[in-house]
T-cell receptor
Framework: IAGITQAPTSQILAAGRRMTLRCTQD?????MYWYRQDLGLGLRLIHY???????GKGEVPDGYSVSRANTDDFPLTLASAVPSQTSVYFC?????????????FGSGTRLTVV | GQNIDQPTEMTATEGAIVQINCTYQ??????LFWYQQHAGEAPTFLSY??LDGLEEKGRFSSFLSRSKGYSYLLLKELQMKDSASYLC??????????WGAGTKLIIKP
């Protein structure tokens, strides 16, 4: 793999079910992020991790949890899905915020909660 | 609160020049980014401004005025493949990225 891999690509999920979105990077970036993108809105940060072993809450963390057991993996879990969590989810990473190289994004997971 | 404004949609002609504006109000300023996002795909990094002035990168240039809270992305010699959404994002003094909703650019032959 090269860059960031997200899985699944898309998913239809029944409300109330638990689901984990997977994100793996092979660039050894320290920082990783989970965003959701909804029509007409900017990308909104759900959770982030500045380095392995640490996580933080973003703008819209409710209903989501993350873990960062190692540098490469940053899974996002929806404990009990609700229809308002229907969105496109992007995982991203960056190596050094001071370098301005920007974020590298995964290809996204399109989630529909019914 | 924190806010980034950019036009929702713009139309331009192949071969022409287009300027996409972005104004921002954030908790401090660290840097401004522009990303390109084709429909159904992930955003990809285009440019980065920290100081006032113009940064040129091939057909794309980005300008920043920190005192005015203003940036623009200039695309020259437009090609059909430039049809995409262009996202403006500001990194505030807490190193958080604030994103605009994006400008959908439609290129016509």
């Amino acid at each position: 793999i090269a860059g960031i891999t997200q899985a699944p690509t898309s998913q239809i999920l029944a409300a109330g079910r638990r689901m984990t979105l997977r994100c793996t990077q092979d660039m050894r970036h320290n920082a990783m992020y989970w965003y959701r993108q909804d029509l007409g809105l900017g990308l909104r940060l759900i959770h982030y991790s500045n380095t392995a072993g640490t996580t933080g809450k973003g703008e819209v963390p409710d209903g989501y949890s993350v873990s960062r057991a190692n540098t490469d993996d940053f899974p996002l879990t929806l404990a009990s899905a609700v229809p308002s969590q229907t969105s496109v989810y992007f995982c991203a990473s960056s190596d050094d915020p001071d370098r301005g190289s920007g974020y590298t994004f995964g290809s996204g997971t399109r989630l529909t909660v019914v | 609160g924190q806010n980034i404004d950019q036009p929702t949609e713009m139309t331009a002609t192949e071969g022409a020049i287009v300027q996409i504006n972005c104004t921002y109000q954030t908790s401090g300023f660290n840097a401004l980014f522009w990303y390109q996002q084709h429909a159904g795909e992930a955003p990809t990094f285009l440019s980065y401004n920290v100081l006032d002035g113009l940064e040129e990168k091939g057909r794309f240039s980005s300008f920043l005025s920190r005192s005015k809270g203003y940036s623009y992305l200039l695309l020259k010699e437009l090609q059909m493949k430039d049809s995409a959404s262009y996202l403006c994002a500001v990194r505030d003094s807490n190193y958080q990225l604030i994103w605009g909703a994006g400008t959908k650019l439609i290129i016509k032959p």
